[in-house]
């Protein structure tokens, strides 16, 4: 048989897995700065965690979920999300200070029918704030997802916002909204015909073109909202309208889960295709700590598919996160021509000295070495031969770019006055600097000087040429 990742998964490799890299770093850098310490929950939980959570009647609980019983008959799941276990710990840990901020990232697992943008194990970022009930942390929280994927540099995106008021004033708007959809039953995708009571707001949810027809005109939420829900719906846009942040007003954003309470919002792009377009969202959910079983605890957060956010950037031309060309390739390619001490040691130096490093293994012949090294795409070759190996010195020989590289390896060994011209330091003069057709001899203590100060700085960094085929978009 044939081994493959399990259907619905991926492997990330490289380059692709670099650009992750990239936009996790930099997500954990704004978060860190906007005082979101960084949490780590284990993948799978107790069931219960995500039955109370998420919510009984949710598809994601009834029909998505990774369950599992482990060797002693305990129930478990695949987090299916994060925030049931963000609640799970906070009540675990009663953090004696409020608000509790924190961020994850992390793999998520739902069992759903694999499609373009949709897996069964895909990647989240998110942040969660719990303990504040004041209208500006909702827009903090949405000014951080806003901010974050316009710092990538994703365009044409969309920020909804809804309200779906709290649990008193929800059930005179789920009621009328149930009157409502009985008189369009028939209409409905065979999904939800039958299904209205157990949540009708779903129904609002679906991407059916008959739900969307047959849902025209329903009532609105907004006009249902009590006074301090439209209040502290009415503050939420304004903050955001003071803060610049576009973004309309959805009467129709419900959201798949059961736990949301008054503001929610998604970000969609574009860029991407259809019904997968959600690049992210979130909102409050002001009873679930209380239902979880901790004190009364309002609280709010967003998610972002990093799949969908990598595969937005790879599409978007105006794409920050790249690689340049020194991130992809190797900048230096050691041939050991000597026993492998000194080319061991070496090779060491230049990784510590945060150089891009590639070698060969298994005694390879001097003519493979080089051919390895030039499938490497290396800027530089450093040999280490045995005898300049004994007198304490290697060559340096440029590969690629042997034009900007030779004049600077030269003007390294000249006289003080000719490297000052260059903008040497007279510290980079080397007594016995030996340049002989195209390469030159150095002494080991000082080829990370001469690669760093002169050397290094000089590689083209341009980017690598389309990102899209890059980091293999849609594939
Ligand atoms: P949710 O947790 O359902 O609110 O989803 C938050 C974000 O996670 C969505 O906007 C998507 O970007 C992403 N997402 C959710 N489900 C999937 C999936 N099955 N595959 C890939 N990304 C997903």
């Known amino acids: 048989m044939k081994l493959k990742s399990p259907v619905g998964t991926r492997d990330i490799v490289a380059p692709e897995s670099w650009i992750w890299a990239k936009v996790i770093a930099e997500f954990s850098r704004n978060c860190g700065n906007a005082g979101y310490d960084w949490l780590l929950t284990p993948i799978f939980e107790d069931t219960q965690v995500f039955q109370r959570a998420v919510g009984g009647s949710t598809d994601i609980v009834q029909k998505e979920m990774y369950d599992f019983q482990d060797k002693s008959g305990r129930n478990f799941s695949l987090r299916p999300e994060e925030t049931a276990s963000v609640v799970r710990s906070f009540i675990e840990h009663r953090p004696a200070v409020l608000p509790w901020k924190v961020h994850y990232w992390g793999p998520m697992f739902r069992y759903e029918r694999p499609q373009a943008g949709r897996y069964r194990q895909f990647y989240q970022l ?12 909702d827009v903090e929280v949405i000014s951080i997802l806003w901010d974050f994927l316009v710092e990538l540099g994703i365009t044409s995106m969309t920020l909804r916002i ?8 929800r059930e005179n708007y789920l009621e009328s909204l149930h009157n409502f959809l009985l008189t369009k039953q028939t209409s409905l995708c065979d999904a939800h015909r039958d299904r209205i009571s157990e949540n ?9 073109q008959q739900c969307i027809e047959a849902t025209r005109g329903a009532p609105e939420h907004y006009l249902f909202l009590c006074d301090p829900c439209r209040d502290h719906f009415e503050a939420v846009k304004e903050q955001l309208g003071a803060m610049g942040i576009p973004f309309v007003h959805d009467p129709r954003l419900v959201r798949g889960l059961d736990y949301y309470t ?4 998604e970000i969609s792009s574009g860029i991407l295709e259809g019904a997968q377009n959600a690049l992210g969202g979130g909102g409050r959910y002001d009873g679930l700590v209380e239902e979880m079983g901790g004190p009364p605890t309002p609280a709010i957060g967003f998610s972002i598919g990093l799949e969908r956010l990598v595969s937005a950037l790879g599409f978007d031309s105006a794409s920050k996160v790249t690689l340049t060309y020194s991130e992809k390739i190797p900048q230096i390619f050691v041939v050991d021509l000597a026993q492998r001490g000194p080319a061991n040691l070496l090779f060491r130096e230049l990784r510590r000295n945060n150089m891009r490093v590639m070698c060969e293994y298994g005694r390879r012949s001097a003519k493979a070495q080089f051919r390895s090294a030039d499938r490497s795409q290396a800027s530089i070759a450093i040999i280490v031969g045995q005898e300049e190996a004994d007198r304490q010195c290697v060559v340096v020989r440029p590969l690629k770019h042997k034009e900007i590289l030779l004049p600077l390896i030269e003007s390294y060994g000249k006289s003080n006055e000719d490297a000052n011209m260059q903008g040497l330091k007279a510290s980079d003069q080397i007594p016995g600097f030996q340049l002989q057709s195209g390469q030159a001899e150095i002494g080991i203590d000082k080829v990370v000087g001469l690669l760093n100060s002169v050397l290094l700085p000089a590689l083209p960094t341009s980017r690598v040429a389309n990102s899209t085929s890059v980091i293999g978009i849609g594939t």
């Open 126 to 137: 998110g942040i969660e704030a719990l303990g504040v009930e004041d209208p500006s942390i």
């Open 200 to 208: 009708p707001q779903r129904v609002l949810d679906c991407k059916t």
């Open 262 to 265: 008054r503001t929610t919002f």
């Open 162 to 169: 809804n309200s779906l008021g709290d649990a008193l004033c």
